[in-house]
């Protein structure tokens, strides 16, 4: 089974810049679409952004413009550069493939304030 670990998070002003990272294990990880997926407190967990195999990219709309997903095939890792962030992309990050395996990694805290 496939194990997603998250890092990079943590605590940015509004306006700052955040890159997270997603290592995951598996030999077949260039085969899958990856996302990432944010929950705020009190929220559902939504997807934020999504790579497919050949590198085809999409966001949710409050992301789009600032945030840029990006896999690195070789080293079984996907990213995601946040910038110009605002305190609403206050979440734990998690990255997962899409759609998701049920089995999630423990995440990545960003926490956007002045």
């Known amino acids: 089974q496939v194990q997603f670990v998250e890092s990079g998070g943590g605590l940015v002003q509004p306006g700052g810049s955040l890159r997270l990272s997603c290592a995951a294990s598996?030999?077949?990880?260039?085969?899958?679409?990856m996302a990432w997926y944010r929950q705020a407190p009190g929220n559902q967990r939504q997807l934020v952004a999504r790579?497919?195999?050949?590198?085809?990219?999409n966001y949710a709309d409050s992301v789009k413009g600032r945030f840029t997903i990006s896999r690195d095939n070789a080293k079984n890792t996907v990213y995601l550069q946040m910038n110009n962030l605002k305190p609403d992309d206050t979440a734990v990050y998690y990255c997962?493939?899409?759609?998701?395996?049920?089995?999630w990694g423990q995440g990545t805290q960003v926490t956007v304030s002045s």
């Open positions: 790579i497919s195999s050949s590198g085809n990219t």
């Open positions: 598996g030999s077949i990880f260039s085969m899958y679409a």
């Open positions: 997962n493939k899409a759609p998701p395996y049920a089995s």
